[in-house]
């Protein structure tokens, strides 16, 4: 294990309310008085998250979808917004991106702190949300013979990562300004066994989904609805960034929104996925890990 | 207007809702379903907020207590932190010292999020209350002859950061490891006009209370408990980081705790403060801003 997986595992332990479902990639769910919260917290650094170059209206816009993202998939309705901003080169472009997506989804900034600093850009976001549905859609619970489903294609932020990178004047939007699916995160929260977001890849994302209900997913990659060429379509089902909703349904039962049934639950196998019928690890082709 | 001062201008203009009620030096209240929530985001960089040779266990008390305190001053039962952490020199201290703080307060790490970056370490953390009495008390409720009162002793804290700084070997908990009155808070909630944690300084805490409200206070610097030798007591008044809670009662009442009356609210004067008779300005004495 490495230093920081050990200090994550380590965090993960001490986070032993019962609403501290998952430290660090999933949202912490918290009953108080009649209603039950949804809380998520994300650091983005420059030079990892983001890259200097890029338009800090676009930093702020991502910061806060890939936030409502999370509660998205938690079905929850978004409360609002604390910032934690360290000045950058252009803090007026970032306030431009942040009213823009503030006013997009209708979420107040509710509050947080500005420092000064020297080294790379660092920002914190923490949105906070309230269930529309109880109990809150948790990862953990695929269960066999489950369907496996997903909400629209995957590959559309590599392309606008690749238009932007290249200058090629292609619309880069999916990249710089990805959309949180609340509407759909609401409607589907009733019915789904297990919900989250697609932001680090279809494949790794999915396994995380498998280890955490204790399953395996058998996904037929040719099922998967992708925004790039067919060509291209490994490399689709293994980029992040596009904010799909992953979940899963009791077999037979239809979503109550447009989704893509991509495959079924398995009893746990040794791979947590399997693709067209290979077993996939983290050496084999499941996606990249970044923390 | 520097442009951070305009940054943060701009960012309580996009603060609309009406429980964003101090943007970046103050909590956000939210009342849902039938309790009221209070949440404060404070962040901390290296080299700005602590030092690279402090102790990282130090540094994660800090961060958890300051914003706890934050709490303290809304009367606000914590119900627990979201961390946002990028990876250190000494990650296992940190994980100690975040171990501690929690314990000591009894509050659970609800989630976060992880990061590996360049340059010096910031971090956040978003510390989630419930109020313990509604109307929460605000910082901007002193009414033309309130008494001002303060719980305890300033320039502790100062104290301790030379004791660490000159390697004397005294006590520097006071600076290292502070305190987060929420008792104190809990009990004071009910009566006070008005309340704020003293972070900054006690003078320029001071200013800031009483332009919120509109008023002036004029503080007998004698009456103010220092922790200090008398010939410091200036300083004393002027340096941060002790975590009293300051507050307005109205004249003639005494609080429920142990406190001091340092000073009595005016009709709005020039000046914010006047010390002794003498009005104080940013330029000329009331202590230092830092972001």
Chains 1, 2 share one sequence.
């Not at 806060?64 to 609002?80: I, Q, R, T, W, Y």
């Amino acid at each position: 294990m490495s230093r920081e997986a050990a200090f994550i595992a380590a965090l993960r332990g001490l986070a032993t309310h019962p609403g501290a479902r998952g430290l660090v990639d999933d949202c912490a769910v918290l009953d108080i008085g009649d209603e039950t919260l949804v809380l998520t917290h994300d650091a983005m650094a420059e030079g990892v998250h983001f890259l200097p170059e890029q338009d800090p209206a676009d930093v702020a816009w991502k910061l806060v979808a890939s936030n409502l993202s999370d509660l998205a998939a938690k079905g929850a309705e978004p409360l609002g917004v604390l910032l934690g901003y360290q000045f950058g080169t252009d803090d007026a472009r970032f306030l431009t991106g942040l009213e823009d997506v503030l006013a997009h989804y209708g979420v107040p900034l509710l509050g947080g702190d500005t420092i000064s600093a020297t080294g790379p850009q660092v920002l914190g976001l923490t949105a906070l949300g309230r269930a529309t549905h109880r109990p809150v859609p948790s990862r953990a619970g695929a269960k066999v013979g489950d369907g496996l489903w997903i909400t629209g294609p995957v590959g559309a932020a590599m392309l606008g990562f690749e238009a932007l990178r290249d200058g090629t004047g292609a619309d880069s939007t999916a990249f710089s300004r990805p959309l949180a699916l609340l509407a759909e995160g609401w409607a589907l929260a009733p019915q789904v066994t297990a919900m989250m977001d697609v932001s680090d890849g279809l494949l790794l994302d999915a396994s995380r989904m498998a280890r955490a209900a204790g399953v395996t997913f058998a996904i037929d990659s040719a099922a998967v609805p992708i925004a790039t060429p067919e060509a291209r379509r490994a490399e689709a089902l293994r980029w992040g960034e596009d904010y799909q909703l992953l979940f899963t349904l009791p077999d037979g039962m239809e979503p109550p929104i447009t989704a893509h049934r991509i495959g079924t639950t398995h009893a746990a196998e040794e791979a947590l996925v399997v693709l067209d019928g290979i077993p996939l690890t983290e050496a084999n082709g499941l996606g990249y890990e970044h923390s």
